[in-house]
């Protein structure tokens, strides 16, 4: 019975790191241009780069993609505090595919950023985003801080009016 048990133990941890090691591989294996495709279109007319691409919005879009999403220190004002668009591409690094999906479908983020549309993505574009977003690697600093109602900011921002009744 000793045997047994010991067996089976030992049959159910080389099943777990089997497993383990597959998760692993599947998270490194590049992914595909079709997914990096549709990941860079759902970023370019969701607006993503409008605040999290320094200059973009002013440029028309004309900043180079090895450029894209690394945050900004532009400052959104208002009522809630200050917030700033954070570095999407640090970011990316510390979630896993799968946290980015829970994430990205439950938090609700402080103004101006718009969680109730990415709320609303579908899983194959929120996958696709997160896919295209890695692929583009670290890159930038992180933006600054978010600042309570009672602090001002320091550098450039927009100051939003408070929000209607």
């Known amino acids: 019975m000793l045997f047994y048990r010991n067996f089976l133990i030992g049959t159910a941890c080389a099943v777990m ?28 007319i969701s607006g993503c780069n409008d605040c999290h691409t320094p200059g973009y919005a002013q440029t028309g879009g004309k900043i180079p993609e090895q450029q894209w999403l690394t945050g900004d220190r532009l400052g959104w004002h208002g009522p809630w505090g200050t917030t700033y668009p954070i570095n999407l591409r640090l970011y990316m690094q510390t979630v896993s595919e799968d946290q980015w999906v829970k994430i990205a479908h439950t938090t609700q983020y402080r103004p101006p950023m718009p969680w109730f549309a990415l709320r609303d993505m579908s899983e194959r ?41």
Request: proline fraction near 14%.
């Open 125 to 165: 574009d929120l996958r696709d985003v997160y896919r295209f977003v890695r692929h583009l690697g670290a890159g930038g600093e992180p933006a600054p801080a978010y600042l309570p109602p009672d602090q001002e900011p320091k550098g450039p921002f927009v100051q939003f009016p408070p929000a209607p009744k």
């Open 17 to 44: 790191a089997v497993s383990a090691q597959s998760v692993l591989a599947a998270q490194s294996k590049e992914p595909d241009a079709k997914s990096l495709e549709r990941g860079r279109y759902v970023v370019k």
